[in-house]
């Protein structure tokens, strides 16, 4: 059942997953849980255009780790994968399918066509995504899924819009917005800043001559030229001092802020102030227009003059901004402010959907406005009106699907009022619980403080229709809010919401205007995605009480960078329907980045695929590494592949072994002893091993430690622990006890001990499950043939069952003291063997423990069997009196560090060290830091080490300290210990010999051996005196070459002991 040979977890674990399929467990769970109290989940959906990243497989497992808790915390879970069908990524691939580069393109081919399209590639890895989210081990309804293109997805939509609109919050009207040229549509703002790069752009100084004396001009800065041919007007703020200055070199006459000459000129004597004024003063002052594309028609409605707003900052340019209203969101406000602008009026915007001028602009019409930079610079040179031209590096928004820079332009669009209710989401946020808080309580909530009206229509074609007729003008509007109500309005009944469904439905005017129709644009797709929780149930046209009894979700999940969307779009629909936050508790993870802490990318392939991973190393050793890592705590994880291969080594590899050990001795126990094991929970209250004792108490604390954290979702502190948790199992408990496990001391001892680990092994397999879900399986489907209930269908996986609870009755708290501290001098005494070159095979005279607290000594001394043996020590001597021994501190500098630091105030430094009194040493320890010679030191400057005034005759002691307890470690060895270790190191090559012959414990045979060398009389006086030693620690027969008989060879081999010269040993090992 759980034999030596080697364990290959990817291929285990497909196995397990074969068992999943057959039991079709994921649904048996479902089913099992009905009728239990109800855990809600909101899956946010991704893209289907692409195949799953780290990112997806990091939100994924803690999903998928938090809803296992709850099922088998006794929940009801339903689980439903989401998928976004529709938005820029879908049009953007058939856009470059078919090579299409405006939407006039799209009507030309049809509306019908081009969404057929689009529909043909929405689940194009749908198949991929169901495969490897099922490889990773995440149960998660694919056949139940929802998908935003279903048309009772998209009803729900029109519901929720609906809503909105009945309570004024919609409203059409111009906005600059971020602008996709390459996708021909605005984004919102939290899509705006999904993208930044840093690029270098042009940054220009150009002039404005007064009308009143066209020999002063005003000058302003600007790294957009592009947008110079819509300049409408200049703004200086009210209260700030501009000055009027003469140019030394040329004598031209300029306008500009005090504050930002230097911008212009790195010298006084380079300019001469000839007046100064206050911003105010220069308001509605007059200038010559760069261009004169739009002087005949806007120069008379008071265009081309001095604004002035206090938006304006001494931070950059000139302290004079040049205004392009259809380009700035300040600029339009400004304009508006001051008449340039008027309410429905018109709008100089000479940009098509695609980023190139319109006719308008004759001298540079059909140019993309990035490319247009060069000519328009060029043309203000050959002009007179530039002062200066140079590159400007700064961080920019880029478009997140096309790539493309974003630019800003003002675009008729209908807004959710959100400015509005920013206090509701305020107060809604502080109600939901945020692991880690400050995602909360800093980023989100600022984003929050300062977030605007929502943009939510998209002039795009594949998405869902917004669902408002209007006649021309507008001065009707009907917002419709089901297909029934579209049917009563049109007459028209209709299965599919998109476009080529809609567009051409009429409703008559109840006026009689005519009739009203559909307004071309579609939904931005996180309103889909931000109404998924109404959508994903057809809610309220269905499932209505379900809906109202499970809302707010119970979870929800996702990246950091969800902050500015789904996160964000949840709450603000919630908060604007229902005056409700959305979800109660909320887990952020951080970023994945490549090894070199860079963004992943395809292109530089500088990551490993995920399912090579998963091939090389298994699911749950990737699960547990991107788990047990601060991007839990929304930090950033730079990816290595060897952290998942030391998952293996470290963690699971020792925690098989355990249990292989457990099932061996249960098998041996029965092939020996003729005794059957049955599981006995009661066993664990009656045994009278210490050891047993703490495992237990440990286990039930961990027990209660996980619980506690999850219900708090904490799971970056829970996973640490459970890692820690197999450590102390494997490490302490089952090496301290193999003599036991293995039936030393006889079958009821043995009993006892296999009572003991096969409950914790049983208890940490099933608390274990949500995280590592198919180790855990491989090893219940052999742990259950031990238990003493019936195997049924309801039993038939681990993950049917309900993890257990802590019993407080067995936690043990003075034990679990008692141990931690025994585990605290033998790693102390560990490290100084290390220090010294003296392995634990060789035997040592003492170990002292010194610590103030008789409790701390006492607990020690009842562990005193195990630290001896350990350690390989031949007494254990506790004290309170550390001047008895003689010890103290003493402090030495970290030369190299403090040295390049303090330069040539080291040596004061040093010298003031040397001085501390030993409170005063204790004093910097407890702190951490201390001052000296002005200098501030910590530990990290200093190494603190244990000096001896005196030592006893014969003794040599090395000291060690955790700054909490002492270990003084008499290394004087003798003959008698030199020759012990000897022993120790030749039973620890016959080990290892029988293990490279694949021998088994129960494997009876003769080991004999034979010394060469040139002086082997030494070695074999050794190995002849402590053959009775050798012999019980192997358990089998261990004579001279000389005396063994005719069996059969197994394996032999020539060994060298480290330390030995002149002689090595040559083993056989015989068939008994």
Known sequence: MAGSEPFNFPDEEEKIQKLWQDLDAFANCLKQSKGKPRYTFYDGPPFATGLPHYGHILAGTIKDIVTRYAHQTGHHVERRFGWDCHGLPVEFEIDKKLGIKSPDEILAMGIDKYNAECRSIVMRYSSDWERIVSRLGRWIDFKNDYKTLYPEFMESIWWVFKQLYEKGLVYRGFKVMPYSTGCHTPLSNFEANQNYKEVEDPAVIVTFPLDEDPKVAFVAWTTTPWTLPSNLALCVHPDKKYIKIKEAKTEAIYILMEARVFEMYKNPEDYEVLATYVGSELAGKTYQPLFQYYVEEWKPAGAFRVLTDTYVTEDSGTGIVHQAPAFGEDDYRVAMANGILKKGGKLVCPVDDTGSYLPEITDFAGQYVKDADKAIIKMLKSQGRLVSSSRFRHNYPFCWRSETPLIYRAVPSW????????????????????????????????????????????????????????????????????????????????????????????????????????????????????????????????????????????????????????????????????????????????????????????????????????????????????????????????????????????????WLNAYRFLVQNIERLKREENVKFVFNPEARHSSGNIMDCWIVSFTQSLLKFVHTEMAAYRLYTVVPRLVRYIGQLTNWYVRFNRKRLKGENGADVCTEALESLFGVLYAIVRIMAPFTPFLTEHMYQTLRNFLSTEKTDLNASLHYLMLPRPEEALINVAVERSVERMQAVIELVRVLRDRKTMPTKYPLPEVVVIHHDQQYLDDVRSLQQYILEELNVKALTVSQDKERYGVQLVLEPEHQTLGRRLKGAAKQVYEALKKLSEEEVNNFISAGKVVLCGEELTLADVKVKYSFKKQAEGQDFEAHSDNDVLVLLDTTPSQEMVDEGTARAVVNLVQKLRKKAKLQPHNAVTVTYEVHGSEPAELTRVLTSQAEYIAASLKQAFVPNSQASDSELIIEEDGQIKGVKNASIFFRILKA
């Not at 970023?591 to 860079?598: E, I, W, Y």
Request: charge should be neutral; include cysteine.
């Open 415 to 654: 807004f959710i009022r959100v400015e509005h209710i920013v206090d509701k989401l305020l107060t809604n946020n502080k109600k939901c619980y945020w692991v880690p808080e400050f995602v909360r309580e800093k980023r989100f909530h600022n984003w929050l403080e300062n977030a605007r009206d929502w943009a939510v229509s998209r002039n795009r074609f594949w998405g869902t229709p917004m669902p408002i007729w209007a006649n021309e003008d507008c001065s009707e509007v009907v917002c419709i809010g089901s297909v029934d109500e579209l049917e009563r309005l049109s007459g028209v009944r209709i299965k599919d919401l998109h476009r080529e469904s809609v567009d051409d439905i009429t409703i008559p005017s109840k006026t009689g205007n005519g009739v009203l129709r559909r307004i071309a644009p579609v939904f931005d797709c996180w309103f889909e995605s931000g109404s998924m929780p109404y959508a994903q149930c057809h809610y309220p046209f269905e499932n209505k009480k379900t809906f109202e009894e499970s809302f707010p979700a119970d979870f929800i999940a996702e990246g950091v960078d969800q902050t500015r969307g789904w996160f964000y779009t949840l709450l603000v629909i919630s908060t604007a329907l229902f005056d409700e936050p959305p979800y109660k508790n909320l887990i952020v993870n951080g970023l994945v980045l490549a090894s070199d802490g860079k963004k992943m990318s395809k292109r530089l392939k500088n990551y490993p695929d995920p399912m090579n991973v998963v091939h090389a190393y298994g699911a749950d050793a990737l699960r547990l590494y991107l788990i047990n890592s601060p991007v839990v705590r929304a930090d950033t994880l730079r990816f290595k592949e060897e952290g998942v291969k030391d998952v293996v080594k470290e963690v699971f590899l020792p």
